[in-house]
């Protein structure tokens, strides 16, 4: 295979589609040279197969609005891979979804879920839809109408949605009620589900805390601990929620959240008031992080400013795709930096990852870094279909022990001749060489 050939026909094809391409790219770039190695591979065709999703279901999301008025949204599902398992993603409500968000979203998804160690395929969904502001009434018309089309193309043997940025535990309801009422059966298949209708304990936190698990392995190899660390986190959505109270939790100090609006400057860290905080104004759809700041005196609200701009030692990165810089990321690494964390899908820049990696410091890909949400759904989709619940001790156990495992392949196949670890060669392959072991296995489909 040869990246800079395989690039110009998909560029060719999808001008448009620069996430998409992105994270081709960063994938094709890490495999290259241990794909060469195995002619299989190229003779089946595996990376021209892999880069195109299996399918991509578009239809039209037709719902009233609180003043009577008749709204059009796009709605999408895409299957991208379902080679080791059904496939499984969440769905993502946004005014910037559009077909190449959603590829680069369900490309990303094919090899997190292969490093989770659990059966799952990948995909990826959602729409258009603007959640800020709307009523709970307008998201659940909305939600009602999204699933009246979707639901013929799910199931939990064949694709399993969850949440994502602007679809949460009221989203999840709402869908998994009309699933219910159409088919009249009661499945998993949708995960980050309410506890009393199949959700499973540990959901909410899982991804904040397996990346969270995943940075204590990193500083594990320089035997340094957590405690003590101030850490910058991005946004302030469910995902840095989670980090904000597994770190806080280990002794390390949460020195700033933000939103579209700037940043909460916390020197003193997080409190169990301020980490409940957080989801109160998650939930009151506003997308402002401003008002943490009138809350809580000893924090501090810099408009126009993003996370980047505050000193710490770890940069975790939780918000958006493409959020990070080279700017920010060498601003960081002048304040002395010295470990990032990307939480968010895609969330640092080829140059900001460059910016790490030339300047020696330690940087881990958001598919390792946050495959610990989705490998909890796959908890969450065992526990379904065995119809049992497990303690949060239990899944809070089995996460640890799957964010270990990816650390671990991780080391095995990105350990450098120098002794440091490159991460994103070594979750590309890993998660690559599982997908591709399973295709070759499986025919020519
Ligand atoms: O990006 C992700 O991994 C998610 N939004 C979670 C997907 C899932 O199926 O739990």
Known sequence: MNTAKVMASLQAKYPAEKEYLQAVREVLESIEDVYNKHP??????IVERLVEPDRIITFRVTWVDDEGQIQVNTGYRVQFNNAIGPYKGGLRFHP???????KFLGFEQIFKNALTTLPMGGGKGGSDFNPKGKSDAEIMRFCQAFMLELWRNIGPDMDVPAGDIGVGGREIGFLNGMYKKLTREHQGVLTGKGLTYGGSLVRPEATGYGATYFVQHMLQ???????????AVSGFGNVAWGVCKKATELGARVVAISGPDGVIYNPNGMTDEKIDYMLELRASNNDVVAPFAQKFKDAQFIPGKKSWSIKCDIAMPCAFQNEMSEEDA????ANGTWLCAEVSNMGCQPGAIEAFQSSKIMFA????VNAGGVATSGLEMTQNAMHLNWTAKEVDQKLHSIMDSIHAACVKYGSQPDGTVNYVKGANIAGFMKVAEA???QGVL
């Open 221 to 231: 190899r320089m035997n340094k601990d957590i405690k003590g660390l101030d850490i």
């Open 40 to 45: 299989e591979f190229e003779e089946a065709k």
């Open 439 to 441: 295709m070759l296995a």
């Open 330 to 333: 060498k601003e960081l690494i």
């Open 96 to 102: 910037s979804v559009n077909p190449s968000i959603l």
């Open 365 to 368: 890909p958001g598919k390792a």
